[in-house]
């Protein structure tokens, strides 16, 4: 690729600069400035000759011996400068002298006198000015506005343009969305082979949304059919259409869409539209600001192009309660693609495909590696099979191990290990025996999932330590009784705490904000509540800028209010009394156990199994 060369005004500096050595240094040589005086006396000792007599000044040749006559005049005067014997030529500004011509008809001196024409001058006095004006404002100008950014271009688009093979996306580099492929495999047919749809009057949707949490390849999966389909890919992010001039985002639009006609066929694809396209409302100060115009310049350019010109619109969202109707409605984002978090399956088919550009060991199982990273998205993965082998870099390892990858899940989900923490051996017997207290009441009750590994080794920034529980498969529906026993695991080591400290500590800090979580949204969102009856109170409402506002109304009464306070209050309470009962019936494995711990800082699921098992 040939590398592009810029204008730059130093180069203009130095080559001013150069210019003025030259003349300063070389074309000074051969000319020698003198005063009137001593053209005087050269002229009556007749050391001068073919004279030029102009309006202002007096050039002519000098004859041999002149620069040492010219030396003796001056003396030592050293502010003036010296004369060489190489200056054959001289100047001197012209003075009121009458008898001049005489005096040089006198001594047989040849001269002429040259008219000198005014307009040249009058005409670079005011016109090279002006060119250096223009060119210096042209350059500035073009300065301003390089690179698609700058006053000039405020109004061009920011759109990233991807021609034909430049994506170097493919299905192929997707996995574990096969239901979004599917869906998207009728626009590349349509941009490979339009005819085929016109035929039977058919027409492609205008615009396609991708829906779904952040990190499940929404951007990817667009790029890949843009390299499915072998066409143009403009790539922009909703947040690059606004700008503080006003009217900036509409022109960028329209400039967008612009571009897009003249590339034909293509697909343009806006990430984050929920920066560009949030619902409507009332202004605050009046009238409507540059969001809503940019979004008003979005679905009008959207309603005016014809989608037989070969132009799809795709656009991403994780956000999409938040969308302004207009934005949804057929003839405009008609179709919505969900890209939901993979299931097992889809794990391993991410895994296969980001350890192609690694080196793994014999012994890494990617089934195994899928069923440890329940709930991770594509970019989740990817950042695991990073970590595991920049760990494997840091060991000195030829290939990737199935326990650096192990150990990557475990930093990726509880943080960096951090050995170095000094730890007081009473803080250190605590978090022992509140750990073991969560391991313990996971391994009795039936429906928690089941622990995989314990540690007392400070990880992130503030856990001192960690009980790892991954479950058995991939859940979408939980029971009262599954939520229960997942909040009496939460509170377990609150439990252990008091039943060996005779009180809690500010460890279960984490453990209380989840419980309280999940006991509110049994009461108030899944009607779980017996004295409440089947009644979900979490109805949703509309939000200014996403945000609850303090004096917003409730659906129900002050009255129902405190009934869901106390209905949570009290299943916080049972489930607490429940984790210490089967700790208190456990204490001799929980004190056993969390001793061992103590020695060994990690123990892993089958070794607790084990040891649990033993006892009984």
């Not at 010219?70 to 003075?95: E, H, N, Y």
Request: contains cysteine; proline residues 3%; aromatic residues 6%.
């Amino acid at each position: 690729m040939e590398k592009k060369v810029s204008f730059s005004l130093a180069y203009f500096l130095i080559a001013f600069l150069v210019l003025i050595t030259l003349q300063n240094y070389f074309l000074s040589r051969t000319i020698a400035q003198i005063s009137y005086s001593e053209f005087k006396v050269l002229l009556k000792e007749r050391l001068i000759n073919d004279l030029e007599i102009r309006q202002d000044t007096i050039e002519g040749k000098l004859v041999k011996g002149a620069d040492e006559r010219i030396a003796a005049l001056r003396g030592s005067d050293t502010r003036q400068p010296k004369v060489s014997p190489d200056m054959k030529t001289f100047f001197v500004v012209r003075m009121e002298d009458g008898d001049l011509v005489k005096e040089l008809t006198a001594n047989g001196i040849r001269f002429n006198a040259l008219q000198e024409s005014t307009w040249f001058r009058t005409l670079l006095s005011w016109v090279v000015p002006v060119l250096l004006f223009v060119g210096l404002w042209g350059f500035l100008m073009k300065r301003m506005g390089a690179a698609g950014g700058g006053l000039m271009a405020v109004g061009k688009s920011k759109a990233k343009i991807y021609v034909e093979g430049e994506t170097k996306v493919t299905f192929e580099d997707v996995a574990g969305v096969e239901e979004a492929e599917e869906e998207l495999k009728e626009v590349i047919e349509f941009l490979r082979n339009p005819q085929k749809f016109q035929t039977l009057g058919g027409k492609i949707p205008k615009g396609i949304l991708l829906v779904g949490p952040p990190g499940t390849g929404k951007t990817l999966l667009a790029r890949a059919v843009a390299g499915e389909a072998k066409v143009a890919f403009l790539s922009i992010s909703g947040s690059d259409f606004v700008e503080m001039f006003v009217g900036v985002g509409a022109a960028r639009v329209r400039d967008l869409f612009a571009q897009a006609e003249k590339m034909a066929p293509c697909i343009i694809f806006i990430d984050e539209i929920d920066a560009l396209g949030r619902a409507r409302g009332i202004s605050p100060i009046g009238g409507v600001d540059e969001k809503e115009q940019t979004l008003t310049q979005l679905l009008t350019e959207m309603d005016g192009f014809d989608t037989k010109k070969g132009v799809i619109i795709m656009a991403a969202t994780n956000r999409p309660e938040i969308l302004d109707q207009a934005l949804l409605r057929p003839g405009r984002f008609d179709r919505h693609v969900v890209v939901d978090r993979p299931d097992l399956k889809g794990r391993e088919e991410i895994f296969a495909v980001h350890i192609k550009k690694i080196k793994i060991a014999g012994d890494v199982v990617l089934k195994t590696l899928a069923s440890l990273t329940p709930g991770m998205v594509g970019a989740d993965i990817a950042n695991v099979v990073n970590e595991a082998a920049l760990l494997a870099v840091r060991k000195g390892k030829d290939v990737v191990e199935m326990k650096d990858f192990e150990d990557a899940i475990e930093r990726v989900v509880a943080g960096l290990e951090k050995k170095s923490r000094v730890i007081s051996p009473k803080e250190r017997e605590r978090v022992a025996y509140h750990e073991m207290g969560h391991a313990l009441v996971a391994s009795v009750l039936p429906n928690a999932d089941p622990v995989r590994r314990v540690s007392i080794i400070p990880r992130g920034v503030a856990a001192l330590g960690y009980t790892l529980q991954l479950p058995t498969e991939d859940r979408f529906l939980l029971t009262r009784s599954e939520l229960l026993d997942r909040m009496a695991v939460m509170l377990g080591g609150k439990a252990a705490e008091e039943l060996i400290f005779g009180e809690a500590s500010t460890g279960a800090k984490n453990d209380l904000e989840r419980a309280t979580d999940m006991a509110t949204a049994m009461i108030k969102a899944y009607g779980m509540s017996e004295k409440l009856g089947p009644v979900s109170y979490d109805k949703a409402r509309p939000r200014f800028l996403d945000v609850q506002m303090a004096g917003q109304p409730k659906d129900y009464s002050e009255h129902t209010a405190q009934e869901i306070d106390d209905e949570v209050h009290q299943l916080l309470r049972d489930t607490l009394r429940k984790s210490s009962e089967i700790l208190r019936e456990n204490r001799a494995q929980l004190e056993r156990i969390a001793r061992i711990l103590l020695e060994r800082e990690v123990i892993e699921g089958d070794e607790l199994k084990a040891l649990i098992a033993e006892r009984q």
